[in-house]
């Protein structure tokens, strides 16, 4: 019979391979993204933003847009297979106090509070976020100034 600190350890370790596994997908859907956005880019830049690159803005705000909900879609899974594994640590702590993880946590935590006073407040997601909205800004701010001319 397994016990149930090696349930709550494999129950862990696969929702600790989820959060890494959507934050894979994170990583390469957003490499996507901006690989797709510098061609664009490149490709106004060499033919200069005249009315007939509309469309071309316009999916640079599309792009923006989805590459960020995107982004917090995955995000937001990673979330909930970082509570569970957060769950299970918290009842393998109950069965065995001895280990202290919460203390080992806290003390962890305070030493990167500590090291990086101003970046352990800012969150990767909203990097993450900040880039996809920058690529959808750019586009709105091409789409107008070709609307315009």
Not at 24 to 31: C, L, V, Y
Not at 75 to 99: C, F, G
Not at 111 to 137: C, G, Q, S, T, Y
């Amino acid at each position: 019979m397994t016990s149930d600190t090696d349930v709550l350890l494999r129950f862990f370790d696969e929702d600790w391979r989820q959060v890494r596994q959507s934050e894979d997908q994170r990583t390469a859907f957003s490499n996507i993204v901006l690989l797709i956005a510098s061609a664009v880019f490149g490709y106004l830049t060499q033919h200069g933003l005249r009315r007939d690159m509309l469309p071309l803005t316009i999916f640079l705000i599309v792009l923006g847009i989805f590459g960020g909900l995107a982004s917090e879609k995955l995000y937001e899974r990673s979330k909930l297979h970082m509570e569970l594994a957060w769950a299970w640590r918290d009842k393998l702590n109950e069965l065995h106090p001895e280990i202290n993880i919460d203390q080992l946590k806290e003390k962890a935590e305070a030493i990167n509070h500590e090291r990086f006073p101003r970046l352990h407040k800012l969150h990767l997601h909203h990097v993450w976020l900040a880039l996809d909205l920058a690529i959808a800004i750019a586009g709105i701010i091409m789409t107008i100034y070709v609307g315009s001319n």
